[in-house]
T-cell receptor, first 115, second 115 residues
């Protein structure tokens, strides 16, 4: 069964450092998402991406965050200058309306720890 | 704002006992509702979904959920739980925007199974 792949599974970084989280969505999917889950809290929407541009972003997704689809397969989330409160599990997801839709397939997540 | 509420933070049941996890959604037209499961250290796995039609939906791993519009509920059930069902369960709804699907999650219910 096709799956969404995320790397790294766990990253530890110092406050102020840049972090890039990578995702390989399912190959025929067109819509891509990042969500995050701070430990003990609910999963929150960060951003959606379609046709090489951001479709929607939440209040959390400030200027420190950016997303990119640098090639035909990868979808990345960059945090320019990490803060302690960025420590969370970050989930990538993708979907295709043509597949009967409205169903997001999530990756296993990337755990980010900011020290 | 359209939201999802999971009243139970933590539930403990005996192995082999029946299970019901509660989920309520706030008013909104055409709710698309989901249940996801997150096992320790794992990503989010879709258990089942409701879009329309039969209000009792079957999912994977022996789970089912019933949509009740009159109660704004979408409770998850399983007749006999297994130790491997211990996990965090999230109810979610989608605000569909024709491909830009943004999931809103509940706060989750942690399920513990005792022998």
């Amino acid at each position: 069964e096709p799956e969404v792949t995320q790397t790294p599974s766990h990253q530890v970084t110092q406050m102020g450092q840049e972090v890039i989280l990578r995702c390989v969505p399912i190959s025929n999917h067109l819509y891509f998402y990042w969500y995050r889950q701070i430990l003990g809290q609910k999963v929150e929407f960060l951003v959606s991406f379609y046709n090489n541009e951001i479709s929607e972003k939440s209040e959390i997704f400030d200027d420190q965050f950016s997303v990119e689809r640098p090639d035909g397969s990868n979808f990345t989330l960059k945090i320019r200058s990490t803060k302690l409160e960025d420590s969370a599990m970050y989930f990538c997801a993708s979907t295709s309306v043509l597949d009967g839709a409205n169903v997001l397939t999530f990756g296993a997540g990337s755990r980010l720890t900011v020290l | 704002a359209q939201s999802v509420t999971q009243p139970d933070i933590h539930i403990t049941v005996s192995e082999g006992a029946s299970l019901e996890l509660r989920c309520n959604y706030s008013y909104g037209a055409t709710p698309y509702l989901f249940w996801y499961v997150q096992s320790p250290g794992q990503g989010l796995q879709l258990l089942l979904k409701y879009f329309s039609g039969d209000t009792l939906v079957q999912g994977i791993k022996g789970f089912e959920a019933e949509f009740k519009r009159s109660q704004s509920s979408f409770n998850l059930r399983k007749p006999s739980v297994h130790w491997s069902d211990a996990a965090e369960y999230f109810c979610a709804r989608i605000i569909s925007n024709f491909g830009n699907e943004k999931l809103t999650f509940g706060t989750g219910t942690r399920l513990t199974i005792i022998p």
